[in-house]
Structure formats: C-alpha cells, structure tokens
C-alpha cells in the first residue's frame, strides 16, 4: 500500500548547484496514522524536513509526495504548529481559530460550530475573546494546537511546538496532544531535540545525524499509551535514544567550538595510566 | 492644565513689563481672536485650511501606502524608485513651492503639490519598514493555512503592519500640516498662513500671536482626535502596548 507520506531520494541545499548539502538522500515513508519523531542536533535537517513535507521548501532533488501526489506549496491537509505560536497579534483567538476555515471558504455556520469544538478541545472557550498578548505561552500554543486542528487536516507537522515553554507546561500540553491525537488519529510529524519527547509521544522516533544532515537510525516504539513522562519504559527509551545521538551531538559541538574540546567520561587521551585515579 | 494656567499667567506679567505693542499679553490676544472670529475672517481660514489639508493628505495616504509597500515587497520597485525616494526626501517641501507655481500657477494645484510632496515619502518610508519588519514566520504560517494572492495581502501583510502604517501615517499628517502653512504663508491666497502674514503686514501682533495659538490648537486637537485614540488602539490590540 502507497504510504501516506513519501521521501525519495530527497536532497536540499542551500546555494547553488554543487554547494554543501543540507540533507543527503533521504528515504522516508510515514503510514496513515503514524506518530513519527524527527530528533536529532541542531543543524541536522530535521525542520528542514518538515518543511519540505509542508510545502514550505522544494527539494533539490528528489521528490516529497502525499498520497502519491508529489507536494507543490502548502495545503490544507497539511498545517504547521512552530515553536512560536504565529497567532496574529490582531486577532481574537476565536478569529486566530476561525482563520484557516475563512481561507477555506467554510460557510458561517459551520465555521462557529467546528471552532467552538476545537477551542473546547484544547480547553481555551473561555479565553476565546482574548488577544494573544494576554495568554501565557502554553495557553498561546493551545490555541496554535486548536488552529492547526480546526481545518481537520489529514497530517499535522509540528516543529519543536513546546520547545520554548516551561517543563510543567510541556508535560501538560504532551497529555493534551497524545489525548487529542488518540481521539482524532492525525498523521503527526513532531520535530524535537528533546529526547524526552520523543521517546514520550513517538510511535517511531526516527534519529538523524550531521554534515550532511541524514537519517541514523529508525526507531520503532512500542509502548503503550497513555504515556506518563516519568514512566520506567519512557525513560529507559529516552536514554537509549540519547546515547545513539551522543556520537552526532558531539560533532556538531566540536566544530562550534574547537579541536580541543574533548568529550566527557573519555579521560585523557593517552594517559590511562595518570588518571588521578578517575576510577575509584 | 495646571501648567498650561501657569504659562498664560507668565506670560500676561511678562508683557505688561515689556512694550505692550510688540508683546500683546493673552487678554490682547484673545481679544484678537475674538474680533476675527466674529468678523468671520478666522473661521473661514481655518476651514480652507483644513479643507486643503483633507485633500492633500488623503492623496498622501492612498499614494503613501500603496508606494510604501510596493517598495517593500517588489523588488524592481524597490530598485528603481528606493534611491529616489530617499533622495527626494532631504527636499524641505517648501522647496516645490517655486517649481509648483511655475508649473501650476498661484492656486490651489500648487499648493496640494506642496502638501502632497511634504508628507508622501514619509508615510511612504514607514509604510516600506513596517511592511518589511513583518516576522516572516507570520506570513509563512498563513501560507500554510491556505491564505495567498491579495487575501494574504488584505488579511495578513497589511493587519501585521498596521501599527507601523499608523505611525507613518500621524507623522505625516503634522508633516502634511506644515508644509501647508509654509505654503499658505508664503505666496498661496486665503488659509491661515495668510492671515498670520496679513497680521504682519498690519503690524497686528495680537492677530500673528492668536493665529499660532490656533495652529497649536488645532494641531494638538487634529492629532489628537484622529491619531491619538486609534494608534493607542491598534497598539493595544496588536499587544505592543501594556494595556
């Protein structure tokens, strides 16, 4: 069966021809359904994938296709939540809410009617009249959740959406998203760093790597959910995920930084016998 | 208010100790304005004034705004007309005032050049910043919502850069305002540039200072009325302002 979300061979660069890749090859496929994790360090294409599967950016080479349809600029079966909410300042939250569903042509009725139900999902209708400059950062969110949810896309890419908030809010809003997710069965692409997350919400995490950005390793996870995030099975899983991004990690710091940084835990390089007695 | 009673109070003692003629005091002043008023020479003024600046401004607006942001967001504009309107804009506006009467003869026409010209490229000039200073991720996340052509336009790009639009737009219109006056007072008949320069001419001191305290006046109260409110709107809804 067609996946519902297919790479092939894609690359991006970001100058002209023959200019350093920014992603080698990639082969991707993401069935109907899916919760797939994109983590990885910084630098290693992970949101340059989601935008590709966005239709924000084209690739290179290669091709992006959504039910065998090769992807041409954005659409309404596929939206975005950024790490920064990008309500409009302007607007209510009800009309942030609203916005998508009047690009879409969806008649009055109808319109109140679906934002009313998705405002209640992310349990901000009391807060519908309020301007986004006086919600806190994960009420902001919420509503970016119900804006993204309100057009019942068949795909949600989502690129670091909680990065920027606090620890306690994340944790809610993670119940929030696999609660929402359970009832709605969207086709979630979640870019993070945060091993964490992954290893909370993914049902795959799919690990990548630098210099050319590149897919590592292809997680299956097979916990069941509802997830908390101090379970036994997430953490063990998060630890796995990190020490496998450990060796890209650390790339990424020693060319930020320089040659003489050198790992921790590693002790001197050549000097076992003098280690000040490191192992006791 | 209070400070302002202590201005008028300062300058009422100040000019019984000088030569009355010169330095009329307020009562001589508003005596002035009393008498134009009631002779109809004042009112009339101030409503040819004003209806002038209603024109050219609204030109400027329409023309300002519409430049400002093909500036920022076409690029063979911005090419071509970028440099020039930078250029134009060192020109005081009362510099077009001779071309404007040689090309347009002592009228009306000359003088919306004038006005026209002092406070397009600022609204222009804001319009283009403010239009440019958009956050992109904005105008991408209503592209991913399915909003482009003149709907990402009129719903997007233009709301994003209203505050900045109005900002423009206020300064403009005390740009719009001066070059009125200096235009009035200079060589164009009727307005209350002319009457201040009418005051000269009949070494009527009274007459001069009451017509300044009208431009002051009308120019707080024009800012105020128009501007004042709606910019402390938009900001506080756009949420750039504490409310």
Redesign the interface.
Known sequence: MEPLIALRGVTKSWGGAGSALALAPVDLEIGEGQFVCLCGPSGCGKTTLLNLI???ESPTSGAVTVRGAAVR????E???M?Q?S?L???LTVQRNVE??L???GVPAAERARRVERYLKMVHLWRSRDA????LSGGMRQRAAMA?ALV?EPSILLMDEPFAALDAQTRDVLHGELERIWLETRKTVVFVTHNVREAARLGDRVVMMGTRPGRITRDLAVKLSRPREANDQDVTTLAAVIERELKIEIEKVIREELDDAWTPAGGGLPGAAGRDLGGGI | MGFLALLVAIWAVASRSGDRFLFPGPDDVAMALRDNVRSGLLPRAVGRSLARLAVGYSVSLVVGVALGVALARVRWVKDTLGAVVLGLQAIPSVCWLPLALLWFGLGEMAIQVVVVLGSLLSITLATESAVNTI?P??V????????KGA?LWL??IL??A?PGIVSGARLGWTFAWRSLLAGELLFISGGLGQVLELGRELHDMALVLGVMVVIVALGLASDHLLFGGLERRVRR???LDRA
Do not use: I, K
């Open positions: 966005a239709g924000l600029g954005p659409g309404p596929r939206t975005v950024f920064e990008a409009f300042p302007w916005f998508p009047e690009m879409a301007h986004p400059h006086e804006r057009g | 956050p991720l904005l991408r996340a209503a592209r991913t919502m399915g909003a709907r719903r997007v709301p994003a209203l809804s756009w949420g």
